[in-house]
């Protein structure tokens, strides 16, 4: 791997920012993958779990981690196998967000379904309850990004890729 080349991964719940930072990045050049979309993901369960879940596609991901390239490479999700993933990533940041601003978020947005029903808003409450704390264990970096302009995110997150 290049030394100058740079892995971020952003992860966080629904509605804490990611694809708005994913599109930033864009729009400043940068490589940036959602991985919500575009066939990252499929459905199954991860070695070890009982439970079904979204999960990366690993041959995919392990290629698009190892490939060649001269910038940085951002990417975003937040799936049950990601932690695998880890260690191919110069940062793990983890976006945070109070309840109540996440659940306003995801009620209001308007390019993905996920959040818009109690049944969605109860799940999402689970989630920061018990895959919240999951993800800031393995995070190097934490934003909190309520207060934060869609900007001041995209700057830091560039930042990082300096200070590596």
């Excluded at 080349?5 to 940036?32: C, D, N, P, Y």
């Excluded at 983890?94 to 996440?102: D, G, K, N, Q, S």
């Excluded at 978020?105 to 808003?121: E, F, L």
Aim: net charge negative; hydrophobic share 40%; charged share 25%.
């Amino acid at each position: 791997m290049d030394a100058a080349v740079k892995r971020i991964l952003i992860t966080g719940m629904s509605g804490t920012g990611k694809t708005t930072a994913i599109e930033h990045l864009q729009a400043h050049g940068f490589e940036a993958v959602e991985t919500d979309v575009g066939g990252w993901c499929e459905w199954g369960v991860q070695p070890g779990d009982t439970e079904s879940g979204w999960l990366w596609n690993e041959t995919r991901m392990r290629d698009l981690l190892a490939a060649p390239r001269s910038g940085p490479l951002f990417v975003s999700g937040c799936v049950s196998n990601q932690g695998r993933f880890y260690p191919l990533f110069d940062r793990v940041v983890l976006f945070t967000a109070p309840t109540e601003v996440i659940l306003e978020r995801v009620k209001r947005r308007t390019n993905n379904p996920y959040g818009k029903t109690a049944a969605d808003q109860q799940e999402i409450l689970e989630y920061i309850d018990t895959v919240e704390p999951l993800l800031r264990r393995g995070a190097d970096v934490e934003l909190n990004t309520a207060s934060l302009s869609a900007e001041t995110i995209t700057r830091r997150l560039i930042e990082l890729t300096q200070s590596l």
